[in-house]
T-cell receptor, first 118, second 110 residues
């Protein structure tokens, strides 16, 4: 089974702090994603990466950056946390070898990190 | 810009009945559409994928339809059970990424 893990389930930080959220997947997936989820707004894509050292902006990249130094790890960085970044953060991965019965379009999610910025 | 609409109000049904959830979209022509289930405090879990050239897909008690003319997908759970209570998200797919709806909460009562 695919496993996507996130470094923390709950995190409390202060305004202005630098925050690192880590995500690791064990299925050798090419694509990795960071979303935030807020009530009534659904999942909104922050950044995604389709290869090591590659990154693409999603719909709401402002205030965030990402790093993908290794294929299995995708980090989300809040350079200077603000209260409006209080949210649930979800990491996902997709990919695999097409033609081997793997649906490469399915995204597998981690358990989420609930971040509170005070 | 793309817009996805799912019923924001919770759907309450009796155990054993069929639950039907709706996903409408505008300004987009997705290559495929997916449905996910999300339990409180957890990440979404993939359920079904239907491609633009498919009208219907089934998996056990689940059925998804996809009407690209109406720009609508319907998600059915037959013989619903209290364990089916969760939030269900639809997502439009293409270009290696997904656009998610806000989800509809389903509550199945014994």
């Amino acid at each position: 089974d695919v496993k996507v893990t996130q470094s923390s389930r709950y995190l409390v930080k202060r305004t202005g702090e630098k925050v690192f959220l880590e995500c690791v997947q064990d299925m050798d997936h090419e694509n990795m994603f960071w979303y935030r989820q807020d009530p009534g707004l659904g999942l909104r894509l922050i950044y995604f990466s389709y290869d090591v050292k590659m990154k693409e902006k999603g719909d709401i990249p402002e205030g965030y950056s990402v790093s993908r130094e290794k294929k299995e790890r995708f980090s989300l960085i809040l350079e200077s946390a603000s209260t409006n970044q209080t949210s649930m953060y979800l990491c996902a991965s997709s990919g695999g070898l097409a033609g081997l019965g793997v649906d490469t379009d399915t995204q597998y999610f981690g358990p989420g990190t609930r971040l509170t910025v005070l | 810009s793309q817009k996805i609409e799912q019923n924001s109000e919770a759907l309450n049904i009796q155990e054993g009945k069929t639950a039907t959830l709706t996903c409408n979209y505008t300004n987009y022509s997705p290559a495929y559409l997916q449905w996910y289930r999300q339990d409180p405090g957890r990440g979404p879990v993939f359920l079904l994928l239907i491609r633009e050239n498919e009208k219907e897909k089934r998996k056990e008690r689940l059925k998804v339809t996809f009407d690209t003319t109406l720009k609508q997908s319907l998600f059915h759970i037959t013989a619903s059970q209290p364990a089916d209570s969760a939030t269900y998200l639809c997502a439009l797919g293409g270009y290696n990424k997904l656009i998610f709806g806000a989800g509809t909460r389903l509550a199945v009562h014994p």
